[in-house]
């Protein structure tokens, strides 16, 4: 394998459970205060000399792994969908952090979903481009309010009256008095690769897409 260093992206928050196992069988060893969430460091050696980490926002590794940041990442196939990068391939389904991205309105307009004939809808969503592009399908025009977080009090709030968000359990949707409707997605974990990494490092980036895939099969 080439000695070239490659810089793979990981996502903090609770993915990162789920990704040590992965990361062991693949025979990567992050430095000690890699799973510190509350350090403040971004980089991390690993037990390679060829191969550094960087600890970013979900949403983001998709971005640095496209632009260059990073040659490698682990990243939501909802990430993936929404920004729609040309630059990036997914050669391994990682089949973690799997949820749904679904439509969700209050309980009681459920009823009258089926029989609306609209054009226009406002929704609010942290992915616009997925929802739009869903409802273009149908013929209808979303107007998308973009929000990063708290989207189920939207509809009580009058700043819309349906959301496009992430689902796992479906408890935050009931807490809030919002029934989930559809779904747009069922999401899962990918390793992805930079398509520039493809052609400069060929070797490097073939053995880990390689090990991932190995770790996945073998789980």
């Known amino acids: 394998m080439t000695t070239q260093k490659l810089i793979l992206a990981l996502p903090k928050g609770r993915i990162l459970e789920e990704l040590i196992p992965i990361l062991s069988a693949c025979d990567i060893v992050p430095e000690d205060?890699?799973?510190?969430?509350?350090?403040r460091k971004l980089q991390f050696t690993t037990n390679h000399e060829n191969l550094d980490i960087i600890r970013v926002r979900a949403f983001d590794v998709?971005?640095?792994?496209?632009?260059?940041?990073?040659?490698?990442?682990?990243?939501?196939s909802d990430a993936i969908e929404e920004f729609g990068y040309d630059e990036l391939y997914a050669p391994v389904d990682l089949g973690i952090g799997k949820c749904r991205l679904s439509?969700?309105?209050?309980?009681?307009?459920?009823?009258?979903?089926?029989?609306?004939?609209?054009?226009?809808?406002r929704i609010a969503t942290k992915y616009p481009n997925l929802t739009a592009r869903h409802y273009a399908k149908a013929g209808i025009q979303a107007?998308?309010?973009?929000l990063n977080g708290a989207m189920e009090i939207a509809p009580a709030l009058g700043l819309c009256r349906r959301i496009v968000d992430l689902v796992s359990?479906?408890?935050?949707?009931?807490?809030?008095?919002?029934?989930?409707?559809?779904?747009?997605?069922?999401?899962?974990?990918?390793?992805?690769?930079?398509?520039?990494?493809?052609?400069?490092?060929?070797?490097?980036?073939?053995?880990?897409v390689s090990a991932f895939q190995a770790a996945v099969d073998h789980a």
């Not at 998709?62 to 939501?76: E, H, N, P, Q, R």
Request: net charge negative; with cysteine; charged share 20%.
């Open 33 to 39: 205060d890699f799973t510190n969430e509350s350090s």
């Open 62 to 76: 998709a971005t640095f792994v496209a632009y260059g940041g990073a040659d490698l990442g682990i990243v939501g």
């Open 103 to 121: 439509v969700a309105m209050p309980n009681d307009e459920v009823a009258d979903a089926h029989t609306e004939r609209q054009s226009h809808i």
């Open 143 to 146: 107007e998308c309010i973009k």
């Open 169 to 208: 359990t479906g408890g935050t949707l009931k807490a809030n008095g919002l029934t989930e409707t559809e779904t747009i997605l069922e999401i899962s974990s990918k390793l992805v690769v930079g398509r520039t990494a493809m052609k400069t490092n060929p070797g490097g980036i073939e053995h880990w």
